[in-house]
């Protein structure tokens, strides 16, 4: 599902450059849940947004869904993102003006899909993060964790082949994280392949591999028995 | 543009962001509502120069005589001029042809004005018949002086419409009745009308009788014409000034004045002083557009300057719709249809509320020239479409940047 290859990628800090992706190869499959560690600065976000198309590599080779994904312009990413990614934010990332229900329809305005149909899609996938009844709440009216699985619904809605979850945890308690991550694995049981970025132990035991990047290099890959989070759970 | 889920969804924004949209929309309006009102009462200006020259015939000429002011062929400075109804005669006789309407005028003086046992102050100027034409006075009872009053040395008199109401407010007409001239009673004829009250208090009586009966021998105080029209307003006042010219020449001549002393015998065009007045006004106007098009320069820049902040503050929102796979062009065109559309709305509100105001209130405007301010609908639509065009080339491009920034850097924006 996602295949890269030597990927490179360097900021400009003023006069110094900074090498943050020091050559990376990585595969996924399809349905993988896959966590991806290590220490802020390990340039383990800037993984996660070049994959999601957020960011561009310097160099290197990136496959996604055997599609080369190099040198695109803005209206073709925007295809690719609308079509391939889901993405969760730390910060959640809704619309502050629009309603949770808008907010998950949002995807689907750009897919072209109507109005109507959208609000019912909507409405199904805050259904299924257990936020039906929040659907014409504000986000300013929810709590963290009601505002991620909001996210999540938002992900999910555009029906993407990857999604991309950047700290989803990061904002919340730990009984709430769970809550997320539960909801994360249930749609993973589902077929979905899923990357997670984080850098706390229980959540990455509660994805399926784990991959550890240390100033820029992955010095660890490893299978894992997976945690479920449905046990925290109440 | 006709996309619906695009208006709806711009519909959306706009309604939860009111306090944003509201105040972009005053500023636009605002600028349009100021500019119109500006370029109305440019108009009403103009307008109301035009009028003030509607009261007297715009073609009259008029000739005062003064007092010499330079030695001429052995004359000294400083002798009274005084025209004669020979002057008159002569010029009349030699330029029938390029007189409209003619008349001389003498002021009687000294002179106990009576009705019964009221004394009267009004002014009163002996004149022939053609007179009312050049004053532009309506008969509104009676009738003015004729030729026969004027050949019959008749005692009668034409008085103005305030004369009626003060004076005979308690008669249904002052036709027939009496007013009485140092003792000699006058008949009143008529009562004539003109546009402003304060020249209706002057009592006409036939030029030959006011020389005859009050000692005026063949004296006149002025001499007044009109000019037939011309084709159009500036062979009007080529022709007045032709016409006037030749006039002060004549009574030079006939008087022993100077040719350059200027204030012996004044000859007043009013066609000269309205041009003046109309190249006053198109000043005015320039001014006023002027003004206005700062205006609507200071709409624009708060038009681009509110474009800005609501690019900078929605910077974020566009990195989640780009995340979401809003292409480039959404986006520029998402912030570009709120901004046309919201400008287009509250510049024709502002172009609506400005031309009720100039059409409730313009017509009540009672003020020395200005008179029924009013504006040029096109030239209003042709402001707030130039404003709508400037506005979204002002946001073009900090939405065309702003939807062309890397996702990553957008969603880092706090």
New interface residues.
Partial sequence: MIEIKDLHKSYKMGSNSLHVLKGINFTAEEGELVAIMGSSGSGKSTLL?IL?????ADSGEYNLDGVPIKNLS??KA??Y???FLG?V?QSF???N??SAM?NVA??L????V??KEREEKAIKYLEQVGLKEWAHHLPNELSGGQKQRVAIA?AMA?EPKVLLADEPTGALDSKTSYEVMDLIQNINDQGNTILVVTHEEDIAHMCKRIIHLRDGVIVEDKKIKQVRASSYVQ | MFDI?RW??IF??LR??KLRTFLTGLSVASGIFILVILLGFGQGMQNGIAHEFEQDASTSVWVWPGMTTKEFKGMNPGRRIQLRNDNFDFWSKANAEKIENESPRIFVRNVNVNYGNEALVYGIHGVQGDFQFIENAKMVDGRFINLLDHEGTAKVVVIGNKIRKDVFGHLESPLGEYIEFSGIPFKIIGVYKELREREEETLYIPLSTAQKVFNGGDRVNNLAYTLPPAENFDQAVAQAVAFKDELRQYLQQAHTVAPDDTGAIQVWSAMEEAKRYYSLTGNIKFFFWFVGICTIIAGVVGVSNIMLIVVKERT??I????????????IVGMILHEAIFVTAISGFLGLFFSMLLLELVGPYVEVDYIMNPSVNLNVAVATVLVLIFAGTVAGFFPAWRA??I???NA?RDE
């Fill in positions: 947004n999601g198309m957020l960011d561009e803005e209206t925007a295809k993102r609308n079509k993405f934010f990332n809704l619309i003006y629009k808008e949002l995807p305005y750009y897919q072209k109507g109005r938002r555009a | 889920e709806q969804e959306d924004t939860k962001n974020r929102e990195g989640v719709r780009k995340a979401l796979g809003a292409k480039p062009w959404s939807a062309n890397q996702v990553i969603l």
